[in-house]
């Protein structure tokens, strides 16, 4: 099946799909992104992503390349030309072409490219199953970790430390001992008393997941309890349960960090719940999606 890429207005052969060598995003990283996942056809939490995303530009001063409206009719139009079911979307947008100098341009257009990160299989029981283990180290990554920047260079970093000691994920931590969150993850745990706990996302130390927004919503809805404050990774070992959220992954199940067994090593109650949960919310086109909101 031919693949498709989107280029600035053009659909184009995924092996043709360029940039000019001097756009920004390749020389300053200077841009934004985003990954939805689309199951069984349907954009999942789409008025989430989009909302961070104009946020994100804004935050960057760059302007969004075109209407909301009409970005939602080329991501579908995409899915169409690309016969796609379930897949992951990537939407990154720059803040185009200029000749190097760190100043912002002045009539640069924005860049905006859409591609797709294979198949997906959204399977609940199949990822109950898929149990993981992760890794903690230092975070190093720059202070406004609240926007979605392409400056990814310490979460690579962080993803192939884990990658090297046999784990799925890095949890970072500052240098107060305190989780922040996964490399491409929002880290969640359960204590003993089945509560949720996950870091709040003031003061730009974390990026607030858009799968995580939605759980929020849903645990007050379902009457989950959830606790936002910073843990340790001493806390994390001795949890119950952990687990972690994101668009692609949706909960991923943690039952080892650093070596240290988490509860029984088992799928935990409240981790099976949330996937419930939050696949019958993001899979059901009937739903009405959530907003993204900075706190």
């Known amino acids: ?104 341009p002045k009539n640069a257009k924005p860049t905006l490219v859409i591609t797709h990160l294979g198949s997906a299989v959204f399977d609940m029981e199949a990822r109950k199953k898929a149990l993981k283990k992760a890794v903690t180290v230092p975070d190093i990554r720059w202070k406004r970790r609240d926007i979605k920047s392409t400056a990814l260079v310490a979460q690579v970093m962080a993803k192939q430390a884990a990658v090297d000691k046999g784990a799925y994920e890095a949890w970072m931590v500052d240098d107060d001992g305190f989780v922040t969150e996964g490399s491409s993850t929002n880290a969640w745990i359960v204590d003993k008393n089945g509560a949720l706990i996950t870091r709040p996302t003031e003061n730009n130390k974390i990026l607030k997941g858009v799968t995580r927004n939605s759980i929020q919503v849903l645990c007050k809805k379902e009457g989950i309890k959830l ?69």
Request: hydrophobic residues 40%.
């Open 1 to 104: 099946m031919p693949r498709y890429s989107y280029v600035n207005g053009r659909y184009v052969p995924h092996a043709e799909a360029s940039v000019h060598i001097e756009d920004r995003g390749f020389q300053f990283a200077d841009g934004v992104y985003e990954v939805v996942s689309l199951i069984d056809g349907y954009i999942a939490d789409e008025a989430g992503h989009l909302d961070r995303l104009e946020r994100s530009l804004g935050e960057l001063r760059i302007s969004m390349p075109m209407p909301r409206k009409s970005l939602q009719l080329v991501m579908r139009e995409f899915a169409r030309r690309n016969r796609l079911r379930n897949a992951y979307i990537y939407i990154q947008i720059t803040r185009g072409v200029a000749p190097r100098d760190f100043k912002f």
């Open 227 to 295: 606790i936002e404050r910073p843990f340790t990774v001493a806390e994390a070992y001795k949890a119950a349960e952990a687990f972690t959220t994101a668009a692609g992954t949706l909960i991923c199940p943690i039952v080892e960090l650093d070596g240290h067994k988490i509860g029984d090593g088992k799928l935990g109650a409240v981790t099976a719940r949330i996937l419930d949960l939050y696949f019958a919310y993001a899979a059901d086109s009937k739903q009405r999606q959530e907003r993204w909101t900075e706190k």
